[in-house]
């Protein structure tokens, strides 16, 4: 395999003492494990090192996304993942503790916003908080629309605007919030990525510091870029949605780029 390219950047990669990695694309593809990716992850539990799984997926509670990775055969705690839901819910918790919100959403965000003490109601809330969810429902976007007009502040997870499935593309939370803002001239603040406040609200999850962390991504628009901007070192995998051909058309360039994890095993 070929080592890592190096770019650019003010640390060196010795001093590199947490890891932030993107989820699918890069340790999984679909339901497959990539390879390199189990022992990639083996060695951040062996030699100790602080890490998290990132997934701008809000669906899905901590618990679910491990169970998923077990059946391709990657074992993580729990407590190693962390989802745009969970990011959301540190924003609305550090802005308005104990607050209200109308939520459009599956288990990962509505467990996430109960966690942090938030009630969960369409009566004057607090805000309107969109997620992901595979059953879109024309009453509730409705019920989010009027809620806005009336007042309440528009939150959403993250701004994908398609998700994958077997059988192609769907609409992601991204495509229904444009709806909604059409429908309200009012635009939501994402908090997921590319936001760097996800990678943030993560380094905060396990007291990491930017100058000696990593962001291991497969996307330029998304995890490079939020990496950069919030002063991490980047590290961009070949084998998700950015080609190396693509690389270039970007005004930013990641630190360093690489095949896979299976590349970056022995940096840890």
């Known amino acids: 395999m070929h080592g890592p390219t190096r770019q650019s950047g003010p640390v060196s990669d010795r001093e590199i003492?947490?890891?932030?990695?993107?989820?699918?694309?890069?340790?999984?593809?679909?339901d497959r494990a990539i390879p390199g990716a189990a022992d990639f992850l083996r060695r951040l539990v062996d030699r100790e090192r602080r890490f998290?799984?990132?997934?701008?997926n809000s669906i899905y509670t901590r618990r679910d996304l491990a169970a998923r990775l077990a059946r391709t055969g990657l074992e993580l705690p729990e407590e190693s993942i962390?989802?745009?839901?969970?990011?959301?819910?540190?924003?609305?918790d550090d802005?308005?503790?104990?607050?209200?919100?109308?939520?459009?959403?599956?288990?990962?965000?509505?467990?996430?916003?109960?966690?942090?003490?938030?009630?969960?109601?369409?009566?004057?809330?607090?805000?309107?908080?969109?997620g992901e969810t595979r059953t879109y429902s024309f009453e509730a976007i409705t019920k989010?629309?009027?809620?806005?007009?009336?007042?309440?502040?528009?939150?959403?997870?993250?701004?994908d605007a398609t998700g994958p499935s077997q059988?192609?593309?769907?609409?992601?939370?991204?495509a229904v919030a444009a709806m909604i803002t059409r429908a309200t001239g009012r635009d939501p603040y994402y908090v997921g990525k590319p936001n760097p406040m996800m990678f943030r609200s993560a380094m905060?999850?396990?007291?990491?510091?930017?100058?000696?962390?990593?962001m291991v991504g497969d996307r330029m628009d998304t995890d490079v870029v939020a990496g950069m901007e919030a002063g991490l070192r980047t590290y961009l995998v070949l084998t998700g949605s950015t080609s190396r051909a693509d690389i270039g058309r970007f005004?930013?360039?990641?630190?360093?780029?690489?095949?896979?994890?299976?590349?970056?095993?022995?940096l840890i």
């Open 204 to 214: 905060n999850a396990i007291e990491a510091h930017s100058e000696m962390t990593a």
């Open 17 to 30: 003492e947490c890891w932030l990695t993107d989820m699918d694309g890069v340790l999984v593809h679909e």
């Open 167 to 174: 059988e192609g593309p769907l609409p992601a939370t991204g």
């Open 144 to 159: 989010a629309i009027r809620l806005i007009g009336e007042g309440a502040r528009f939150i959403a997870t993250n701004p």
């Open 251 to 266: 005004p930013f360039q990641p630190n360093h780029v690489v095949n896979s994890v299976a590349d970056l095993i022995d």
């Open 82 to 92: 962390w989802t745009s839901a969970l990011a959301t819910a540190q924003f609305l």
């Open 52 to 56: 998290l799984v990132l997934t701008n």
């Open 95 to 130: 802005q308005r503790p104990g607050g209200t919100a109308y939520v459009i959403g599956e288990a990962g965000l509505t467990t996430a916003l109960h966690e942090i003490g938030y009630v969960l109601t369409d009566t004057k809330p607090d805000y309107v908080v969109l």
